[in-house]
């Protein structure tokens, strides 16, 4: 069997939702002084999402939801500083970390007071007081809370004062009382040098001189012509999503394939339908199913139940028709002389003609590469009747694609009527 690594990783897939989402403009806008943490907090999502797998976008999801669930607690992301900056961050978070100088602060604040549920994990067990009634093992928990609560702060306190390479500065909190939490041990402080700050001088303040305004509204309206001209205003263009057609292209009228199609009973068409069989061709070219009859069957019926809430009526999809209809699309001459050189799902990113503020975002459903560059470019339609406005639609689609993958040509392949719709580009409008 064989098998190819599938393009889009997790990775690129959450940093093209950012992109699309406009996220960061979102959070710089929500709050201007919390910005750069919550961007580096996204950031970090992003690199935490790089170490999955290019199929593990499930399992990632996954994980994030069973770490919000049980409140698990992460490293957060770091803030890129320009020259010296001051981080105030919590003790779990500074795991791993590393600082020049450390201060431990507000540590003169003791325990929390304790839960009304206690839960004891030597047996697993859970005691509280119901109304009056005092269960005898509630004080013998309490103490086993009290001192697994003990041995946390000592551990955390540990990994606050080992946070410092050179330089740790511990408070001295004399006025505390012994359930502080700098109290919890003896740092013989009375043995430790006071910091002599005497010899730290600080540098005087300068207020810089105001000048007047003398923006005119003339002014200000050139320097706005200026800003406008200095910064282009992209446009991205997403065939996929409708948006209007730049290439000039040659399309041939449909023509049906080499291989007779058996006559079948009526077919329904559904987006359902054409999802799956998108992520069939999918599934053949990347080696990941078998192509035999049985194996699409059991591939279609389990993507229905995936893709089907479970309170909607189960749709009426004929799995064995599915299946016909991909190994059918997947025994094209075009796709079955070279497999290995046919890729799914290729992200198309590039400009179109030579101005470089208009560019293309999209997928192609397959390529076929030839040494190296892009000679057929697939697109699978699974319309049941498809009308010629469709057909010039779908050619407006691909052309850009071709275009932009420098490709020969594009196939726009009707799975279901057994047609082959040719694509050639020409070339760019620059109008």
């Given at each position: ?38 961007l580096a907090n996204m950031d970090a999502i992003l690199e935490r999402a790089g170490v999955y797998g290019v199929r593990g976008f499930r399992q990632f999801a ?198 007779p199609i058996e006559p079948t009973s009526p077919v329904r068409g559904s987006s359902l339908r054409g999802i799956i069989l998108h992520k069939l061709m999918e ?95 697939f697109d699978w339609k699974s319309d049941v009747d498809s009308k010629p406005d469709d057909h010039a639609t779908y050619a407006h689609q691909l052309a850009q ?31």
């Amino acid at each position: 069997m064989r098998r190819r690594v599938q393009s889009t990783a997790p990775s690129l897939l959450i940093a093209e939702a950012i992109e699309r989402l406009k996220l960061r403009a979102i959070l710089v806008a929500r709050s201007a002084d919390q910005a750069s943490r919550a961007l580096a907090n996204m950031d970090a999502i992003l690199e935490r999402a790089g170490v999955y797998g290019v199929r593990g976008f499930r399992q990632f999801a996954r994980d994030l939801d069973a770490d919000w669930s049980r409140r698990a607690s992460h490293t957060e992301g770091v803030v890129d500083a320009e020259g010296q900056a001051i981080e105030i961050v919590t003790i779990h978070s500074s795991k791993g970390l590393e600082w020049s100088v450390v201060i431990p602060i507000n540590t003169a604040s003791g325990p929390r007071p304790p839960e009304q549920f206690v839960h004891r994990r030597s047996d697993d067990t859970l005691h509280w007081v119901l109304r009056d009634i005092v269960p005898p093992s509630l004080a013998e928990a309490m103490i086993t809370e009290s001192e697994e609560e003990s041995q946390q702060r000592l551990r955390l306190l540990y990994v606050a004062c080992t946070r410092a390479m050179d330089l740790l500065v511990l408070p001295d909190l004399s006025w505390t009382d012994d359930a502080a939490w700098m109290r919890a041990i003896d740092f013989k402080l009375q043995d430790v040098p006071e910091l002599d700050i005497s010899r730290l001088v600080k540098k005087p303040y300068e207020r810089p001189a105001e000048h007047p305004n003398m923006q005119t509204p003339e002014v200000f309206e050139a320097e706005q012509s200026r800003i406008n001209k200095a910064f282009l205003d992209i446009r991205w263009i997403r065939p996929s999503d409708g948006d209007p057609d730049l290439v000039q292209f040659h399309a041939a009228p449909a023509v049906a394939w080499e291989q007779p199609i058996e006559p079948t009973s009526p077919v329904r068409g559904s987006s359902l339908r054409g999802i799956i069989l998108h992520k069939l061709m999918e599934d053949f070219l990347t080696g990941e199913l078998e192509e035999s009859a049985e194996a699409a069957e059991r591939r279609s019926s389990r993507l229905v139940r995936e893709l089907v809430p479970a309170d909607a009526p189960m749709p009426q999809l004929d799995v064995q028709e599915l299946s016909a209809t991909a190994l059918r699309t997947i025994a094209l001459k075009e796709l079955s002389d070279d497999r290995d050189n046919v890729i799914a799902e290729v992200p198309v990113y590039g400009t179109i003609g030579v101005d470089i503020d208009r560019l293309i975002a999209g997928r192609a459903d397959a390529v076929r590469y030839r040494n190296g560059d892009a000679e057929i470019v697939f697109d699978w339609k699974s319309d049941v009747d498809s009308k010629p406005d469709d057909h010039a639609t779908y050619a407006h689609q691909l052309a850009q694609y071709v275009h932009v993958l420098r490709a020969k040509r594009g196939a726009i392949v009707y799975m279901t009527t057994g047609e082959i719709q040719w694509v050639e580009p020409a070339q760019v409008s620059t109008t």
